[in-house]
């Protein structure tokens, strides 16, 4: 039996060709996460967006001079340690180019976390090359590309399954 489809909605969040990340401690190792989280039932994505990432970054995208654009859309199906029911997600990856007031105002470690897990900025290429989720690293560049977010739809990124993604 599968379990429900949940919508994610999270950013690549750019700054002089950086990426912001959260950096979480695993059990299995790191894993550095896009910000973002889930939808709440009828929220529209881009509010949901905005919303998680003033929760977790504190971060206030009103003053954004371009719009969040959907870039990427992933679906997800796997198995987490110790769970019976696939895991499904369908990740909606925005872009948003930050002017440097805004990287200012990022907090330093995850407002919403409990654990307060740092966030980081990387160079895009080295970011492209960690456990990332939802799993952008080898499209990572094409998102920070200033041009990038001009015209075309979302890319439907290959899905996340057990085979071609393990839970850190």
Do not use: K, N
């Not at 599968?2 to 190792?29: F, N």
């Amino acid at each position: 039996m599968a379990g429900p489809v949940r919508v994610r909605v999270c950013a690549v969040l750019v700054h002089d060709g950086e990426v912001c990340l959260i950096r979480r401690r695993r059990q299995a190792g790191l894993q550095h996460s896009l910000p973002g989280g889930l939808t709440e039932d009828g929220e529209d994505p881009t509010e949901a967006l905005r919303r998680e990432l003033r929760e977790e970054l504190g971060l206030e995208l009103a003053a954004l001079p371009d719009p969040l654009v959907l870039r990427f859309v992933q679906d997800q199906e796997t198995e987490r340690p110790g769970e019976s029911v696939p895991f499904r997600r369908r990740h909606l990856v925005f872009t948003a180019h930050l002017p440097g007031h805004l990287v200012a105002a990022v907090a330093a470690v995850e407002q919403d976390d409990r654990g307060q897990a740092p966030v980081v900025w990387l160079p895009a290429a080295d970011a492209a090359a960690l456990h990332l989720y939802p799993d952008v690293g080898a499209v990572l560049g094409q998102a920070v590309r200033p041009d990038a977010t001009a015209g075309g739809g979302p890319v439907l990124l290959p899905a996340m399954t057990t085979t071609s993604y393990r839970w850190r």
